[in-house]
């Protein structure tokens, strides 16, 4: 997601840091950057020139401080409470007071993020979607203690990258997950109890419905390890059995099958 954000960025004409403590996942960013905005090229829904201008304006940096001069910081480390609240904390005692933090969070919430920093009036949601740079949609999502600036700041950006901003409560899944996951859950829990195979699932709802993605190769896509947070955050808050994980879905995730990222999900993509 990081890698897809400062994609859209810089095409959006903005100057991007990226950050990582790994100089090999600041690597693979880039190249995947490179690859994405190549697509984007042969698809003509830019110029080479774009990709090129695009592509000097990332920088990328293993230490957060290079983050201190930029007006808006977005936070995309995984989806773990403890890891995002000492990423935010950190930002909060490096960067001058009036810039704002975003959280690109798909289930946490962003009173509680915005709690362990010293500016939550300046904390905000702003959830991205996967493929970032094909996908059109952020999610704008304010605490209790976002300031209207903030939250036009945000919805301003939102627009600069040619994205539709929808503002949303601050309730675990917001509104695309708390729609979408559990459709996903439905869809391992009908293969759990055999309806179907993985595939004729995935036909009937691209053939029957016009989805572009069957809900199991979407979930191979999103990854199984992240599904499985998003529901279990949703399942604690709400209770209600919509959002209970299929054992299936937990087995999977133990044994590694984390989605296309991992070589294996739902599917096998070594085997494909
Ligand atoms: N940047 C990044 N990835 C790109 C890209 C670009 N510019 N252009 C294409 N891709 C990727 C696709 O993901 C796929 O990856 P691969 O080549 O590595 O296998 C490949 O390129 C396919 O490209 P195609 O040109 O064939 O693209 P399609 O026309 O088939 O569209 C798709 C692919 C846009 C992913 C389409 O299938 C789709 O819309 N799927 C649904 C995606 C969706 O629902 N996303 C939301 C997920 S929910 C979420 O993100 C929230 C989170 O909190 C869980």
Redesign the pocket.
């Known amino acids: 997601m990081g890698s897809?954000i400062a994609?859209v960025f810089a095409l959006g004409g903005f100057d991007v840091n990226l950050v990582d403590s790994s100089k090999d996942a600041l690597e693979k960013a880039l190249s995947s950057i490179k690859k994405?905005?190549a697509?984007?090229v042969k698809?003509e829904t830019i110029s080479t020139e774009e990709a090129d201008i695009s592509i000097a304006r990332v920088g990328a940096e293993t230490t957060i401080d290079s983050s201190i001069n930029s007006q808006l910081v977005i936070e995309a480390v995984y989806e773990k409470k403890e890891v995002k609240e000492k990423i935010l904390r950190e930002l909060d005692s490096l960067c001058p007071s009036e810039t704002v933090l975003a959280t690109n969070t798909?289930?946490i919430s962003i009173s509680d993020l915005a709690s362990c920093t010293n500016r939550s009036d300046k904390v905000i949601g702003m959830?991205?979607?996967?493929?970032?740079?094909?996908?059109k949609l952020v999610e704008v999502v304010r605490s209790i203690d976002t300031s209207d600036e903030t939250f036009q700041t945000a919805i301003d950006f939102g627009k600069a990258l040619g994205k539709k901003t929808v503002g949303a409560k601050d309730t675990p899944g917001f509104i695309?997950?708390v729609l979408?996951v559990p459709y996903l859950l439905d869809a391992v829990r009908q293969l759990e109890n055999g309806l179907a195979s993985a595939e004729e699932i995935d036909a009937a709802m691209v053939f029957g419905c016009g989805h572009?993605?069957g809900p199991l190769t979407?979930l191979d896509?999103?990854g199984l390890d992240?599904?499985l947070y998003?529901a279990d955050i949703m399942y604690e808050e709400f209770k209600t059995v919509h959002y209970a994980a299929p054992p299936l879905l937990r087995r999977y995730v133990n044994a590694g099958y984390n989605g296309?990222k991992a070589g294996r999900g739902i599917y096998d993509y070594a085997a494909k």
């Not at 959830?127 to 996908?135: A, D, L, Q, T």
Request: hydrophobic share 45%.
């Open positions: 897809g994609h994405n905005l697509k984007q698809k798909s289930s959830h991205f979607f996967n493929p970032v740079p094909i996908m695309v997950n979408l572009p993605m979407l896509f999103v992240t599904t998003i296309k």
